[in-house]
């Protein structure tokens, strides 16, 4: 069992940055990769970018590719998301996620993710 927990996110205006943070809990929690998913008001949840077990492989969406960075440090069992030039059209409840399986080779989809966080909102002003 993992549990995931996010935080960092809040109001921010046009072309500003947050970093977000995602703390897993559980003995396999650092064999997981971990993807960050947005799901904005009326919309389906979407892929944002993720992360393989060992920090090796990335993956990003095309409408945060450039702007977006993940990373993981698996000493304290984070993943962040730091998010630079975020536009309104950013703006979401952001999840996290962790797939068992540990490896990324393209978009996580969100039907495969084993555990998930109860997500954290980030509201950009224009």
């Known amino acids: 069992q993992v549990q995931l927990v996010e935080s960092g996110g809040g109001l921010v205006q046009a072309g500003g940055s947050l970093r977000l943070s995602c703390v897993a809990s559980?003995?396999?929690?650092?064999?997981?990769?971990v993807g960050w998913f947005r799901q904005a008001p009326g919309k389906e949840r979407q892929f944002v970018a993720a992360i393989s077990r060992s920090g090796s492989s990335t993956y990003y969406a095309d409408s945060v590719r450039g702007r977006f960075t993940i990373s993981r440090d698996n000493a304290k069992n984070t993943v962040y998301l730091q998010m630079n030039s975020l536009k309104p059209e950013d703006t979401a409840v952001y999840y996290c996620?962790?797939?068992?399986?540990?490896?990324?080779?393209?978009?996580?989809?969100?039907?495969?993710?084993?555990?998930w966080g109860k997500g954290t909102l980030v509201t950009v002003s224009s």
């Open positions: 559980g003995r396999t929690a650092s064999s997981h990769a």
């Open positions: 996620a962790a797939d068992g399986r540990g490896t990324v080779l393209g978009p996580l989809l969100a039907e495969d993710m084993d555990y």
